[in-house]
C-alpha cells in the first residue's frame, strides 16, 4: 500500500463519504458523456464540432493556469512532452471517440474504451514498471478481452460494417487514452496540469483548421442552448471537473479504493443510452458489456 493509501485508510468518515460521493460524480460524468455525445452527434452536431466545442471551452478556461506555469517550457514539463500528452488524450482522442460514437451504439464506446485502457495499463505496468500481475488482474484482463470480442462478434452478425468500424475506433481511443496514465506516472507530471497542457495545444492547434476549413457552419446553425450545453458538458464537465472530483478523491481516500469504482463507467453508459437514445444492446452485447465490467472488477481488486 503507498503512503497516499496508508493515510487515506485513516480519514475520517466524513470524508471518506466526500470522497466516495465525488468518485460517484465523476464516473457519471464520463458514463454518461457517451450517450449524451451520441445524443449530440445522431441529432446534428458532428464529430468535428464536438471535439472544437471541447477544447475551445477547456482551452479558454485553462489558459490562464498554462500562461502562468510558462509558456517557454510548455508549463515546466516540456514541448516535447506535451506533444505526446496531447496526442494521447488531446484532439486525437477525442475525435476518434466521437467518430466511433456516430457509427456504433454508446454502449461500445463505454465498454470497449476503459476495458482496452484497463489492459494496455496492466501491460504498461509490467513491461514500465515491472509490476507482476496478480492472478486476479490475469483473470480480469482475460475476461475483458472476452466481452471485446462478444462485441465484436455483436457487430459482425449485425452486419455493419460501419458499426464495426466505429468499434475499431473505439479501440483506438482505448490505446491512446491508456497510455495516457502512464507517461503521466513516467514523467510524474500533475494531471491537472497534463491536462491544462494538452487542452490549450489541442485548442491552439485545432481550432484554425476547424474554423478555416468552414466546418464551423453547423453549430453556427444550432440553437445557442444547444451549443452552450455541450460545450460545458464536453470542455468543463469531462475535461475539468471530472478530474477535479477523481483527484479530489484519490486524495481522501486513496488510489486502491478510487480504483473500484471505474467499472461503474460501462454500466452508466449503457444504462443512460436507453432512454437518451433508445439503444438496447442485444444479448451478445450485454454479454461483452457484462464480461467487460465483471473483468475490470477483478482487476481492480487487491
Same mark, same amino acid.
Given at each position: 500500500m503507498s503512503q497516499l493509501d496508508r493515510g487515506a485508510a485513516f480519514a475520517a468518515p466524513a470524508d471518506r463519504r466526500i470522497a466516495i460521493l465525488a468518485m460517484l460524480a465523476a464516473v457519471t460524468i464520463y458514463g454518461t458523456n457517451f450517450a449524451i455525445s451520441r445524443h449530440a452527434i445522431v441529432n446534428g452536431l458532428t464529430p468535428l464540432d464536438l471535439t472544437a466545442l471541447r477544447f475551445a471551452t477547456a482551452g479558454l478556461v485553462l489558459a490562464p493556469l498554462f500562461w502562468r506555469a510558462g509558456i517557454a517550457d510548455c508549463a515546466g514539463i516540456g514541448w516535447g512532452k506535451g506533444l505526446?500528452?496531447? !496526442? /494521447?488524450?488531446?484532439v486525437p482522442m477525442t475525435f476518434l471517440m466521437m467518430l466511433g460514437l456516430s457509427m456504433a451504439p454508446a454502449a461500445h464506446g463505454a465498454s470497449i474504451g476503459p476495458g482496452t485502457v484497463t489492459t494496455i495499463g496492466v501491460i504498461g505496468g509490467i513491461v514500465l514498471f515491472g509490476i507482476k500481475p496478480s492472478r486476479f488482474v490475469i483473470a480480469g484482463i482475460a475476461t475483458v478481452l472476452a466481452g471485446l470480442a462478444c462485441i465484436a462478434i455483436a457487430a459482425g452478425i449485425s452486419g455493419s460494417p460501419t458499426m464495426l468500424l466505429g468499434d475499431l475506433c473505439f479501440l483506438g481511443v482505448g490505446l491512446l487514452w491508456g497510455g495516457?496514465? !502512464? /507517461?503521466?506516472?513516467?514523467?510524474k507530471v500533475d494531471a491537472l496540469k497534463a491536462t491544462t497542457v494538452l487542452s490549450v495545444i489541442s485548442a491552439l492547434v485545432f481550432l484554425p483548421f476547424y474554423i478555416l476549413a468552414g466546418y464551423g457552419a453547423t453549430i453556427a446553425a444550432a440553437p445557442l442552448w444547444l451549443v452552450v450545453f455541450h460545450a460545458f458538458n464536453q470542455g468543463i464537465l469531462n475535461?475539468?471537473?471530472g478530474l477535479w472530483l477523481w483527484g479530489f478523491a484519490v486524495g481522501r481516500i486513496g488510489a486502491t479504493v478510487t480504483g473500484r469504482f471505474p467499472p461503474l463507467i460501462p454500466v452508466i453508459g449503457t444504462l443512460s443510452a436507453i432512454p437518451l437514445l433508445g439503444e438496447w444492446p442485444v444479448p451478445l452485447q450485454w454479454a461483452g458489456v457484462a464480461l467487460i465490467v465483471g473483468g475490470l472488477m477483478l482487476t481492480t481488486r487487491k
Open positions: 505526446v500528452l496531447t !496526442l /494521447m488524450s488531446g495516457y496514465p !502512464l /507517461m503521466l506516472q513516467v514523467w475535461m475539468i471537473i
